[in-house]
Nanobody
Framework: QVQLVESGGGLVQAGGSLRLSCAAS????????MAWYRQGPGKQRELVAT???????NYGDSVKGRFACSRDGAKNTVSLLMNSLKPEDTAVYYC????????????????WGQGTQVTVSS
């Protein structure tokens, strides 16, 4: 019904930048929150950033001031600009859509993308 497809991951040197993008497609009427999570080697999945339908953003403490989340509500896309990358930012980054209302109008759902690898070398 709904697919999230991430792009933009890769290998970058410490101090560099990357932009991740995520596009949601399917029978979508609206999405309340689009977010980015990450899971590093041997770590639990953690919240990186959220972008609400109202334009609000929220960031995990470890990325505040370095990462920026932006969203195009009309296109159901979300981007994550990552600056001043550190080796500890190495992880698989997952796109998340929460509060998804389908065209059928029944209930709200949550969906995940497949993830994109970000590797930061020192």
């Amino acid at each position: 019904q709904v697919q999230l497809v991430e792009s933009g991951g890769g290998l970058v040197q410490a101090g560099g930048s990357l932009r991740l993008s995520c596009a949601a497609s399917g029978s979508i009427s609206s999405i309340s929150v689009m977010a980015w999570y990450r899971q590093g080697p041997g770590k639990q999945r953690e919240l990186v950033a959220t972008c609400t339908s109202g334009g609000g953003t929220n960031y995990g403490d470890s990325v505040k001031g370095r990462f920026a989340c932006s969203r195009d509500g009309a296109k159901n896309t979300v981007s994550l600009l990552m600056n001043s990358l550190k080796p500890e930012d190495t992880a698989v980054y997952y796109c998340n859509a929460d509060g998804v209302v389908l065209i059928s109008g029944r209930g709200q759902y949550r969906f995940w993308g497949q993830g994109t690898q970000v590797t930061v070398s020192s």
